[in-house]
């Protein structure tokens, strides 16, 4: 309770300092967080631009293309939970350091795949190494910022992961129109690899631990105690964390963004060729539309959750309110994307509810911090962990029901699961009690 009441007051401490003064290197490490988290996402769904050619080369059907996917999400889910423990225990230096090393080896060798069960067996160890990521960057900025600027900080650190996606179609067919698919993942991976070694040299798990950060930045922060004294705790309290119904639900709501996310992330090329006929070189330059404006949703969600909190004093409904508006917006904007048989209309929506379902990102995550009590790597791990396993069923549901034809039927699921997550948001959901706290 100590590590958590002083990171949540050092917004407030910082207040009277002058801002001139301070050394401002918490900014240079969100940037080196947002370029890890915009490698993530590269690495992960490079494989949908991949796909079609992989799905030829092998003889893959959809199902089995849908497999591929979901072993990614089923690893990535289950190592969700040790990701959340190994960043509180060993901190995030050393954890991202060597998993953002791991991973970017294992995107490489997914050009070494010569069949279907090689290629779900180095997916799901691939998942397995980025499953980290995320808890170890939300224990690095429980670490590092304020609660103050958590919205934007979580903004800018998963909007660079969406508009990563953006990017991905560009740079990947342009690859594999040159050298063929299996150099994208071979150009993605040493990315990674240089990314590890410049976190290594360049990030402290303590800001006062850095030669970069004077001492008003260091009061600003609220550091003094952090994870020096967290690693003197005697036992994490998982009886509350994992007792905690707020956790479980922020995992339930979570999961609705990623269902929605990962038609964007992995089938929208399939579905645009295979179902809309867009040619190849049509999907690269227009699929990148919607999935910019994700990241354009996830850091306007950032910004306006936290203007809302200091207009307001509401933390709990600067987060539902975003959140809700969010959801209902990516629900009834996803609809009309299926129905339209106009192709300039099918983007406009598809970028509509993308735009709204990337909104929900940075709040959900700002809570995962706001109720987290000093353990954010381990409270963010559960509720990624729910979320994940939603995902990889999304992947997996959809490659089944585009093999039978049922090229529309997922929107219509996605937009009830949407709405639903809406709903919890309104009724369940209070970011104003930490998991700590007994009911």
């Known amino acids: 309770m ?20 301070r050394s401002g290197y918490r900014w240079l490490v969100l940037g080196m967080l947002a370029l890890l988290s915009l490698i993530t996402y590269m690495d992960r769904t490079n494989i949908s631009i991949a796909a079609p050619m992989m799905m030829k080369e092998f003889g893959f059907t959809k199902t089995q293309m849908g497999l591929v996917f979901g072993a990614f999400a089923w690893a990535y889910s289950l190592g969700q939970f040790p990701g959340g423990w190994l960043a509180g225990k ?20 997914t050009a070494h795949a010569w069949g279907f069960i090689s290629l779900v067996v180095i997916r ?30 979580n903004g800018v650190f998963h909007g660079a992961g969406q508009f990563a996606t953006s990017v991905v179609p560009l740079v990947a067919v342009a690859l594999m129109t040159a050298w063929g698919w299996r150099s ?20 402290r798990d303590q800001p006062e631990q850095s030669k970069h950060v004077n001492a008003a930045e260091a009061a600003y922060i609220g550091t003094g105690i952090g994870v020096l004294e967290a690693k003197k705790k005697v036992e994490i309290p998982w009886g509350l964390i994992l007792g905690c119904p707020t956790t479980w639900i922020m995992g339930a709501v979570y999961a609705a963004m990623v269902y929605s996310q990962n038609f964007f992330l992995y089938w929208m090329p399939t579905y645009l060729i295979e179902f809309r006929h867009f040619s190849l070189k049509n999907m690269g330059h227009l699929a990148p539309l919607p999935l910019f404006a994700g990241a354009v949703g996830v850091l306007f969600g950032g910004i306006i959750t936290d203007y809302l909190a200091k207009k307001t ?17 990516a629900a009834i904007s996803i609809i009309p994307a299926a129905l339209t048989s106009n192709h300039l209309l099918v983007l406009i929506y598809l970028t509509i509810a993308n735009f709204f ?30 979320a994940q396993g939603a995902g990889a069923a999304s992947m ?13 039927a997922p929107f219509f699921i996605t937009a ?7 709903l919890l948001w309104m009724f369940a959901i209070n970011p104003e009690r930490t998991v700590l706290q007994r009911s």
């Open 90 to 109: 060993f901190g995030p230096r050393k954890l991202l350091a060597l998993v953002a090393l791991f991973w970017s080896l294992m995107t490489m060798a």
């Open 184 to 203: 994208i993942f071979y150009a993605f991976g040493l990315v990674g690899v240089v990314w590890s070694v410049a976190w290594w040299f360049m990030y």
């Open 416 to 422: 009830a699961i949407l709405t639903g997550a809406a």
């Open 313 to 329: 004093g509401n933390l709990k409904w600067s987060r539902r309110g975003v959140c809700i508006a969010g959801l209902l917006g």
């Open 124 to 153: 799901f160890i691939f998942g397995l190494g980025e499953s980290s990521c995320f808890p170890g960057g939300h224990q690095a900025m429980q670490y590092w910022y304020p609660k103050s600027e958590r919205g934007v900080v």
């Open 396 to 408: 997996i549901i959809f490659g089944v029901l585009a093999q039978r034809g049922y090229w529309l």
């Open 2 to 21: 100590a590590n958590a009441t002083a990171r949540d007051v050092g917004g407030e401490k910082g207040v009277s300092m002058d801002a001139q003064r």
């Open 357 to 386: 379902t990337q909104m929900v990102n940075a709040p959900s995550c700002a809570v995962s911090l706001d109720i987290a009590g000093g353990y954010a790597g381990i409270v963010y791990s559960v509720m990624n962990m729910v």
